[in-house]
C-alpha cells in the first residue's frame, strides 16, 4: 500500500490499506482513513474518514487519535459533552505519545476555552514549541509577554518571539517590531 500510494497508484494502494484495515491493522485504518479524508484511491468522505480514524485510534494510533479528535470538534454538530470529551481524552492521548499538532491544537484549545485553563494551555503548548513549533513558540511568548499561566516576564517572551520569529513566524516578528 505504501509503495503504491508514493508510486501515484492511489486506487491500488487504497485496496491494500482497506484489506489490511478489515484484519485490524490500526496503521492500514488510520491510511483508510487518509484516503477517504482526502479522496485518493476511493470517494472522499470525511464519515467514513472518521471511522477508519476511530478503529486506529481505538488501537493507540496517535496521529489517528489525533485526527478523529479534530474531526469530532469541527464536523459534527452540536457540542455534546460526551464527544468533547472523547475528543479531549484523544487529543491528550495523542499530546502525549508526542505528536505536536495534538500538542498544539491542546494548548490553543485550553487557551481559549469558556473557561480558560491558562497553566494547562501553556504546558501544551511548551511541549509543541520544544518540538519545532514555531506558532506555538509565539503563543508561548504571549502567555510570558500577558501573564497567562505563567508570571509575566518581558524578557521571555521577547526570547521565544525571537525563537518563533526565527523559524519563520511573522507575528512573533511584528511582536519584536512592537
Not at 479524508?37 to 494510533?61: I, M, N, P, V, W
Request: with cysteine.
Amino acid at each position: 500500500g505504501i509503495e503504491s500510494m508514493r508510486a501515484g497508484h492511489y486506487r491500488t494502494a487504497y485496496t491494500c490499506f482497506k484489506l489490511a484495515a478489515d484484519r485490524g491493522y490500526s496503521k492500514a485504518q488510520f491510511n483508510v482513513g487518509l484516503c477517504y479524508e482526502h479522496g485518493r484511491g476511493t470517494e472522499k468522505d470525511l464519515e467514513k474518514a472518521a471511522f477508519y480514524y476511530y478503529q486506529a485510534a481505538s488501537s493507540c494510533h496517535p496521529m489517528a487519535q489525533y485526527r478523529y479528535a479534530r474531526y469530532l470538534l469541527s464536523h459534527r454538530p452540536g457540542s455534546e459533552w460526551d464527544r468533547h470529551q472523547k475528543a479531549v481524552t484523544f487529543l491528550e492521548q495523542a499530546a502525549m505519545a508526542g505528536i505536536t499538532e495534538a500538542q498544539a491544537y491542546l494548548g490553543v484549545f485550553y487557551m481559549r476555552g469558556l473557561h480558560p485553563e491558562e497553566k494547562r494551555g501553556l504546558k501544551y503548548l511548551l511541549l509543541a514549541a520544544k518540538n519545532g513549533d514555531a506558532q506555538s513558540r509565539y503563543h508561548v511568548g504571549v502567555c510570558y509577554e500577558k501573564g497567562l499561566g505563567v508570571q509575566q516576564n518581558l524578557a521571555e517572551a521577547k526570547r521565544h518571539y525571537r525563537e518563533s520569529a526565527a523559524a519563520g513566524n511573522r507575528n512573533a516578528r511584528e511582536r519584536l517590531r512592537v
